[in-house]
């Protein structure tokens, strides 16, 4: 039997307090159960079809992320077993068990971490307008894809569409402060290095990525997902060539099927077909497989 997507999370004893493009969320007090659903989203816009594994992929691969990253900073995991899940949730494996945290709620930060390394996406288009990255000057004569000097930290805020719009790290110490914006753009920027270096080693080129960052009284917490291929960029190493677009381990197929159709990018989506989602759950298994050195999600 080929595997089933689960696009949503259903008990009968307690609702999720929220359901994001991707997670379902259940608040347990002082801890949040973090459920990686197998939706997927493209321009915004979450398919009613889903994407078989892709949440258990997406949550081991983090948590793989975040062991190798525990001393570079604090985060917000708890525990990924069913077995430390309280009650109902360790009685549905079927619907929490691979796919699911436990954390600690965090007070978030309203600024998206991102880091980049090469130039790509928004950060390429400001570049071709104006030779800057989130008002960040970068050396001329840079290419679509370049690697850049060194990683820089091009913050983002959520508009209330849920767009990402960049801003300058001027503009984030101004919403955040000096200090937590100092510390986590750091903390940020370390973690990026180091999964880039490792995954070089697997013959992936992280482009960047994005972060969230939260507060426990007092400390920095690292939160969400890390890593990932729906928080980042990944690109095959061995086929890199700057100068144009890379082809990527995630959506492409989705996008491209997409701009195929007549969607007008302003309503719901119209279904994934088997093939597509077939091809783009081979991509995230592959990136797994690729990254871990083919651990089983
Ligand atoms: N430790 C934490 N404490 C509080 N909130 C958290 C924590 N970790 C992650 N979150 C929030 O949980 C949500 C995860 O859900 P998901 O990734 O599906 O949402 P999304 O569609 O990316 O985001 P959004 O809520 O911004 O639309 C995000 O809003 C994220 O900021
Ligand atoms: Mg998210």
């Given at each position: 039997m080929p595997p089933v997507a689960l696009c949503e999370t259903n008990i009968t004893e307690v609702k999720p307090v929220a359901r994001g493009k991707v997670r379902d969320i259940y608040d347990l007090g002082d801890n949040l159960l973090i459920v990686a659903t197998d939706r997927i989203s493209a321009f915004d816009w979450v398919n009613p079809v889903g994407i078989p594994d892709k949440g258990k992929i997406l949550t081991q691969m983090s948590l793989f992320w975040f062991d190798m990253m525990r001393d570079v900073v604090k985060n917000?995991?708890?525990?990924?077993k069913l077995t430390d899940f309280p009650e109902p949730f360790r009685s549905y494996p079927d619907q929490f068990e691979g796919r699911s945290m436990l954390v600690r709620k965090c007070e978030m930060f309203p600024v998206e971490f991102v880091v980049r390394g090469y130039l790509a996406g928004s950060g390429w288009k400001e570049y071709g307008a104006k030779g800057t990255v989130c008002e960040i000057p970068l050396p001329n004569?840079?290419?679509?894809s370049s690697v850049l000097p060194e990683p820089i930290y091009t913050p983002a805020t959520k508009a209330t569409d849920g767009h990402d719009i960049n801003i300058s790290p001027a503009e984030a110490a101004h919403i955040i402060g000096e200090r937590w914006n100092t510390e986590a753009s750091s903390a940020a920027i370390e973690v990026y290095k180091r999964g880039r270096d490792y995954a070089a080693t697997r013959g992936?080129?992280?482009?960047d990525t994005k972060f969230e960052f939260g507060l426990r009284g007092n400390s920095l917490i690292l939160t969400d997902?890390?890593?990932t291929p729906d928080s980042s960029r990944f690109w095959p190493a061995d086929q890199y060539k700057p100068g144009s677009g890379q082809p990527s381990y995630d959506k492409q197929f989705v996008r491209d099927w997409l701009e195929t159709t007549s969607w007008d990018k302003n309503s719901p989506q119209p279904p994934l077909p088997d093939e597509i989602v077939e091809r783009t759950r081979g991509k995230y298994v592959e990136a797994y497989r690729q990254l871990t050195g083919g651990k089983e999600f």
């Open positions: 917000h995991l708890v525990s990924a004569g840079l290419l679509e992936i080129i992280l482009c997902e890390v890593l």
